[in-house]
């Protein structure tokens, strides 16, 4: 999992694990119809405050609406000191995250931002990305163009596996345009049962998006 040491996330390592094996029983019946189940909705999470305007917890190049009781705060990575490499992703530097705990979740969405850099959303989104997972096992990988606040993005989801605490983390992001530069947002949680609840926080931030 990509959590930056020093930008307030208090890493939980769980160790171990319990089978769940049931005994031999007949078989279980197919079931009638093969098609693939719909995906499930997900739930809309109530808003709390917005950012990214002037005045708000972080200005940024865009503002979306946070979840209720997540807590924004900026980043200045050159307070950070020696700590500062840590929220860099690639071309990209952290500047605004929203913590979960307040919310009961271990996790954070973050606003990577990379001045000056423009083009394929995509293409950005594809690097971010292949940085973040760094020589972790990668599974599930998958981009998508999309619209955002009314622009051309790009949008991913990958999961990682953390062989040394046998951790597995799902993530999303998503990567667009804007004055000062290219722009990420990302859905970092501890793992992939914290993913499900911190989901539609970020689903409140994309379909909020104004740039």
Same mark, same amino acid.
């Given at each position: 999992?990509? !959590?930056?040491?020093?930008?307030?996330?208090? !890493?939980?390592?769980? !160790?171990?694990?319990?089978? $769940?094996?049931?005994?031999?029983?007949?078989?279980?019946?197919?079931?009638?119809?093969?098609?693939?189940?719909?995906?499930?909705?997900?739930?809309?999470?109530?808003?709390?405050?917005?950012?990214?305007?002037?005045?708000?917890?972080?200005?940024?190049?865009?503002?979306?609406?946070?979840?209720?009781?997540?807590?924004?705060?900026?980043?200045?990575?050159?307070?950070?000191?020696?700590?500062?490499?840590?929220?860099?992703?690639?071309?990209?530097?952290?500047?605004?995250?929203?913590?979960?705990?307040?919310?009961?979740?271990?996790?954070?969405?973050?606003?990577?931002?990379?001045?000056?850099? $423009?083009?394929?959303?995509?293409?950005?989104?594809?690097?971010? &990305?292949? !940085?973040?997972?760094?020589?972790?096992?990668?599974?599930?990988?998958?981009?998508?163009?999309?619209?955002?606040?009314?622009?051309?993005?790009?949008?991913?989801?990958?999961?990682?596996?953390?062989?040394?605490?046998?951790?597995?983390?799902?993530?999303?992001?998503?990567?667009?345009?804007?004055?000062?530069?290219?722009?990420?947002?990302?859905? $970092?949680?501890?793992?992939?049962?914290?993913?499900? $609840?911190?989901?539609?926080?970020?689903?409140?931030?994309?379909?909020? &998006?104004?740039?």
């Amino acid at each position: 999992m990509h !959590v930056p040491a020093g930008l307030g996330l208090a !890493v939980l390592l769980v !160790v171990g694990g319990c089978s $769940s094996a049931k005994p031999a029983e007949a078989p279980v019946a197919p079931p009638a119809s093969s098609a693939p189940a719909a995906p499930a909705a997900v739930p809309a999470a109530a808003a709390g405050a917005a950012i990214g305007a002037k005045g708000s917890a972080c200005e940024l190049p865009i503002s979306f609406s946070t979840a209720a009781d997540w807590k924004a705060k900026p980043i200045d990575v050159k307070k950070l000191g020696e700590l500062a490499a840590l929220a860099k992703v690639g071309d990209f530097t952290v500047v605004c995250e929203i913590d979960a705990k307040p919310a009961g979740s271990i996790g954070f969405i973050r606003v990577h931002v990379a001045d000056g850099l $423009s083009g394929a959303p995509a293409e950005h989104l594809q690097e971010f &990305v292949k !940085v973040s997972i760094g020589k972790k096992e990668a599974s599930n990988t998958d981009f998508t163009d999309v619209q955002i606040g009314g622009a051309q993005a790009a949008e991913a989801t990958w999961e990682t596996v953390d062989k040394e605490y046998d951790i597995r983390s799902r993530y999303a992001a998503f990567a667009l345009n804007t004055k000062r530069g290219m722009v990420v947002v990302q859905l $970092s949680p501890l793992d992939t049962g914290e993913f499900t $609840s911190m989901q539609p926080a970020y689903e409140l931030a994309k379909t909020s &998006v104004k740039i």
